[in-house]
């Protein structure tokens, strides 16, 4: 199941009982035509604005796990690793990145509520936990 699965499931649903609804309730059709037009365009709305804040939100997390790296270490290279491109759902305060020296694990920063940023999880792919170059936890 994908990450918005359960809403867009909610949101079939409610439609069809709308349509239902029409087809029973002949005297009322214009009113329950109007209502599912304006859920659907309600909808449309608050999916588009919604992914644009979080589109937002992520390139500022970007740029605040950026700082944060070139200050903790200066010398090194990384990429970003976009969850999209994999098929999940990104999360606005959270960045994956791969360090070029340890191209096998992912770590994840995290941008707290107060803009610290944090080391939130390790992905060790293949490695063992102490072969890690980039642990900030010990």
Not at 51 to 71: A, H
Request: include cysteine.
């Amino acid at each position: 199941m994908g990450d918005y699965t359960i809403e867009r499931f909610l949101i079939a649903a409610c439609v069809f009982l709308l349509i239902l609804s029409v087809l029973v309730w002949r005297e009322r059709r214009r009113l329950l035509v109007g209502l599912i037009a304006v859920v659907l365009i309600g909808y449309s709305i608050f999916f588009f604005v919604r992914g644009q804040l979080l589109e937002k939100q992520y390139e500022q997390s970007i740029g605040t796990v950026y700082e944060y790296l070139e200050s903790q270490y200066p010398e090194e290279e990384w990429n970003v690793i976009d969850r999209l491109s994999k098929g999940q759902m990104r999360q606005s305060n959270k960045v994956d990145i791969v360090f070029a020296n340890e191209k096998g694990v992912i770590y994840t920063y995290k941008i707290l509520d107060d803009g610290q940023v944090v080391q939130w999880e390790i992905n060790l792919g293949e490695k063992h936990f102490d072969e890690v170059k980039h642990n900030e936890k010990n």
